[in-house]
């Protein structure tokens, strides 16, 4: 029987009908808005599940929110039944509750696992992000998971809905459960903070089917928005778009507020005095400026950050001693953190290539963080509108947008694909939710064009078929009207209007040359009455026609596997349908997987020692960006390596399939020989957090590495004295 409460919350009844589907065995999708309880039913299904002696699989998008579910449930179910895998971390990867990333999760069911057997449930949180650039790894999670398994889906708003969970119930071939919350425990108030030339401040509601407040010139900033939400409207979090301006804006708002009382300042103060204490801390840069803003009650996070800097923020934030967090949106992906206020810095974000306006489902994702449920009577939400905004952007009157598929083949996928145990691969490719959008836009597609030409045919079979020549009496009259037009236009203008003349002398021409049909009174009287509806008819078919063009086949999976499949047997991979030996390397990586099988093969693993193999792998991937600078090491030689890449990348049947980036090589070999974080930050311009983020990435592929070279004991081992030399002092994580 469904319970009424739990984790002393009472329940709400779309918490208790999602419970209801998960103890009935049914899969279930939780569509809500951010903030009002999702979680809560994962919650339940883990606790559910383990009283019954199940395992249950719980993927996150984001290293960090995976993170913090492992110390989450590590505290509730005890440390040895719970395990964290992503990448870069393993912990008890065979626990009851295991913490995964949904890359690792798709890895997990494309090689075929045995310890998927003993799982019951898989909970994908945030499984909108099927619509972002690493969707593919959620759709081949989907695709490919044992038909055992159930799934529970937690998502904020979607714009369709049914169509994903009409995928899901096709492709995994049960009828999906769907639980729809549209209302918030906590409602949100939206506001415009902006002000005029003279510095007088406004504050202007957003309603839906209200509209934008505001063009022009706004003499305003965030410390004019701090200063008028202060008093009651803390705790808040403050949305830029810009790591430099986190931290800029913090300290900034440091010097203007103080948001603490002494009581708290002392807590902050043993807080700090601990995170003192760990190894080459005092050295960072951001834990410096972070210690001062902080006895403010103000703090700043965002990728950049050192992950123990991260911890130690998020940690004070849900200790509710931090007023004032200015961050980027990867703060909106996580737990439940005590928010009333959410303050944007603008309406348009950088997303890798371009400026745009934000999407009303990364508004909501980001404001939804406002109101805290039991504690709040109510969240808000400011939009800071500064400098010159020739348009404002209204998100009440935004509907959120339609998922699409992220679905892509990767020589990986194409790999494992011929490893699944199946005869109809095109059929796999099929089932993709691409492949399932292609399908239905293509039937409605194809209904509308076979409405339209039925409707074309009829028409045509009663008017002549001369109708829109000029031998047609109809269309002889009314030609000579248009003639009549243009020479009235020619006159006005003096003859100066040339292209007027020009279509003149045309339609004279014509008209000179036609010999009009002598159609009967009544053919020609039908003709001129049907005449409109039929061209109307004529160009409604012609669009459905282009319409049902534009639809991609779903076939394209297939053409492109079947290239794909030419590019490995060309390099060796496979023989017809078979791996070869590099086939199953390449099978069990998952970070471009062709260059570093081809480095495997090459001999770059028996050729480098281990310093100069960390400085190698540590460009793979990596994207080469403009600002970087690195700066070299006079002892580092690896050009015969850099070469090879070079050379492998330039071949035409590889063309963009390899990322490489050796500039950043010096970083890898200054950490991997025993340099301390701060030297190696000398040498570069890039921040503490990713130059971490970079090393813990090559942690995951040096693992995937070694999986792959396990027969080979020596190669083995080196790749894991590769690991040790990069996982220590700031860079491990510590979980």
Not at 346 to 355: H, L
Request: aromatic share 10%.
């Amino acid at each position: 029987m469904t319970i009424d409460s739990y984790q002393g919350f009472s329940l709400d009844p779309f918490q208790r009908e999602a419970i209801s589907h998960i103890e009935n065995n049914r899969s279930v999708i939780v569509s809500a808005p951010t903030g009002v309880g999702k979680t809560l039913v994962a919650d339940y299904l883990v606790e559910y599940a383990r009283a019954r002696g199940q395992k249950v699989i719980y993927t996150a998008p984001i290293k960090a929110l995976s993170n913090q579910k492992y110390k989450e449930f590590k505290a509730r179910f005890g440390e040895e039944h719970v395990g964290v895998v992503t990448g870069d971390v393993s912990i008890n990867p065979r626990g009851d509750v295991l913490i995964m990333t949904t890359e690792i999760f798709r890895n997990m069911v494309l090689a075929q696992e045995p310890f998927l057997s003993e799982i019951s449930h898989c909970i994908f949180d945030e499984i909108h992000y099927i619509d972002s650039e690493r969707g593919v790894a959620w759709e081949e999670s989907i695709i490919f998971a044992p038909p055992h398994i159930r799934i529970l889906g937690l998502s904020a708003t979607i714009g369709n809905l049914f169509d994903l969970v009409g995928w899901l119930s096709e492709v995994r071939e049960e009828e999906f459960a769907v639980v729809v919350e549209e209302q918030r425990n906590v409602p949100l108030s939206h506001y415009f903070f902006h002000g005029d030339e003279s510095g007088k401040t406004f504050v202007t509601e957003c309603r839906a089917g209200g509209q934008p407040s505001f063009a022009g010139v706004s003499r305003v900033g965030h410390l004019d928005l701090i200063e008028n939400i202060k008093g009651y409207h803390l705790p808040a979090l403050f949305f830029v778009f810009s790591r430099r301006q986190c931290s800029e804006k913090a300290r900034e708002a440091s010097q203007a507020f103080n948001l603490i009382s002494r009581a708290e300042l002392q807590e902050i103060e043993d807080v700090l005095a601990r995170y003192s204490a760990v190894p080459g801390l005092q050295n960072s840069g951001d834990f410096r400026l972070l210690r001062g803003v902080l006895r403010k009650g103000v703090a700043y996070h965002h990728a950049g950050l050192l992950p123990v800097l991260k911890d130690m923020v998020e940690d004070l934030f849900a200790a509710r001693l931090i007023k004032l967090l200015y961050c980027t949106e990867t703060f909106s992906v996580g737990i439940n953190y005590p928010v009333r206020t959410v303050c944007f810095d603008g309406q348009r974000k950088y997303d890798g290539r371009s400026v745009r306006p934000l999407k009303a489902q990364e508004y909501f994702q980001m404001s939804g963080r406002a109101g805290r449920r039991g504690m709040d009577e109510a969240g808000y939400v400011f939009t800071l509108l500064s400098g010159q905004n020739n348009f404002v952007e209204n998100y009440c009157d935004r509907p959120i947008e339609k998922l699409n598929s992220q679905f892509r083949l990767t020589y990986n996928s194409v790999l494992n694909l011929l490893k699944y145990p199946t005869g109809n691969i095109e059929l796999i490719l099929k089932k993709s939710f691409a492949g399932y959008l292609s399908a239905r836009d293509g039937a409605k597609a194809r209904k509308l064009y076979e409405s339209k030409q039925q409707r074309l045919d009829q028409l045509e079979a009663q008017v002549c078929g001369d109708i829109n020549e000029v031998v047609c009496p109809v269309t002889y009259q009314q030609r000579k009207r248009r003639l009549k037009t243009y020479e009235g236009l020619v006159r006005r203008s003096g003859g100066r209007n040339q292209g007027v003349k020009t279509k003149r002398d045309l339609l004279r021409d014509e008209l000179s040359q036609a010999v009009v049909k002598d159609c009967p009174y009544v053919k020609r009287n039908n003709c001129a009455k049907l005449k409109k509806q039929y061209n109307a008819a004529l160009a409604e078919a012609a669009e459905a026609r282009t319409l049902l063009k534009q639809v991609p086949s779903y076939d394209r999976f297939f053409e492109e596997y079947q290239r794909k499949l030419k590019v490995l047997e060309k390099f060796s991979y496979v023989e017809g349908e078979e791996l070869l030996a590099r086939g199953e390397v390449g099978a069990q990586l998952y970070i471009q997987e062709i260059l570093v099988t081809e480095l495997i093969f090459a001999g770059v693993l028996e050729d480098l020692p281990e310093e100069e193999l960390v400085a190698l792998f540590l460009g793979i991937d990596y994207p080469w960006r403009k600002f970087d600078v690195v700066l070299p090491c006079d002892d580092l030689k690896l050009n015969r390596w850099v070469s090879y890449i070079n050379h492998l990348a330039s071949n035409a049947s590889l063309a963009g399939e390899v990322t490489y980036s050796g500039y950043v090589a010096p970083i890898g070999y200054r950490w991997a020989r025993g340099d301390s974080l701060k030297d190696v930050l000398d040498h570069c311009n890039l921040d503490e957090g990713d130059v971490v983020s970079m090393l813990r990435r090559e942690i995951d592929l040096l693992r995937q590495m070694r999986h792959a070279v396990r027969d080979v004991p020596r190669l083995f081992d080196k790749l894991t004295r590769c690991m040790t030399l990069i996982d220590r002092d700031l860079v491990r994580v510590i979980l």
